[in-house]
């Protein structure tokens, strides 16, 4: 049980990997607080948790939005009277080309994946300031490293969010708050269905390719970056402080010759 007792807050968890991160926490004795912005989403996976003995709460709450992210947090402190554990999930696709982006589009996914990092961290780390303790993970991407077709704003957010880890791990070292980034390939989640689906003619092809530039040949799945996140949550990786995990099957290091 490596997170007995502790209190995880995870938003995005009604599907994909916060979703299975969540279930894992749980396993591995958290408490865990299923954001997320669906409702319908997030109570199933607090059903999902409930159902095998854990323990999990849903609230609703859009990450992007500065007064609902203030009372999750308000909420969950309430409720526990601590936040062990931030994962800062979240995230949303927005396939083009600089050209091909409408503006809304590079707004919205520069909030969801950018703003929605900082709104719930802004929140949370006065609480974990306060008992000098806590372990914020930043969901980044492999992208953040490497450029590939049509991911430019998503792209952007990503290398963002790699770059905001490092800081705020400078700011909350003294106060014992480690801050990670994890760093997926393609993991097969309903995220990467609609990105096949919506930006290539033929999906399956796409799918091929993109296999082809992971060694492992394969796509990643829930389990390997829930897997990453429990890592970097429990104090196993209590040395581990502003560092990238990746978690791509080597997509990043790695090249056929
Ligand atoms: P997913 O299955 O789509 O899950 C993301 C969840 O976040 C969805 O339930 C989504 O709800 C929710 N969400 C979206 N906007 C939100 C908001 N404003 N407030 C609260 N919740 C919101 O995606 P995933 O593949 O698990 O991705 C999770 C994270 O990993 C994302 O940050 C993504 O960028 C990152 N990532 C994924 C991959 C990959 O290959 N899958 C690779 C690298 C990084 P709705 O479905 O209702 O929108």
Request: aromatic fraction near 8%; hydrophobic fraction near 40%.
């Amino acid at each position: 049980m490596r997170l007995d007792g502790k209190v995880a807050l995870i938003t995005g968890a009604g599907s994909g990997i916060g979703r299975r991160t969540a279930i894992l926490f749980a396993n591995e004795g958290a408490t865990v607080v299923v954001n997320d912005i669906s409702q319908e989403n997030g109570v199933q996976t607090v059903d999902e948790i409930r159902a095998s003995g854990g323990q999990a709460y849903y609230i609703k709450a859009d990450v992007t939005q500065q007064a609902e992210v203030k009372t999750m947090v308000q909420q969950t402190i309430n409720l526990f009277n601590k936040i062990d554990v931030l994962f800062n999930n979240a995230g949303i696709a927005g396939v083009g080309a600089v050209h091909e982006i409408e503006e809304d589009t590079w707004d919205k996914v520069v909030n969801v994946n950018l703003k929605g990092v900082y709104l719930p961290s802004k929140y949370v780390i006065p609480h974990m300031m306060e008992r000098r303790q806590g372990s914020i993970i930043n969901m980044s991407s492999c992208v953040a490293e490497i450029g590939l077709q049509r991911r430019s704003v998503y792209a952007a957010t990503k290398g963002a969010v790699l770059a905001l880890t490092k800081s705020m791990q400078v700011d909350y070292a003294p106060y014992q708050i480690r801050v990670n980034a994890l760093l997926p390939g393609t993991i097969l989640t309903p995220f990467v269905e609609g990105y096949l689906r919506s930006a290539y003619d033929n999906p399956d092809e796409a799918l091929n390719t993109i296999k082809s530039r992971q060694l492992s040949e394969q796509l990643g799945t829930p389990e390997d970056v829930a897997n990453a996140a429990l890592f970097l949550a429990s104090d196993d990786s209590k040395f581990i402080l502003g560092s990238p995990l990746y978690v791509d099957g080597g997509a990043v290091f790695g090249k056929m010759a």
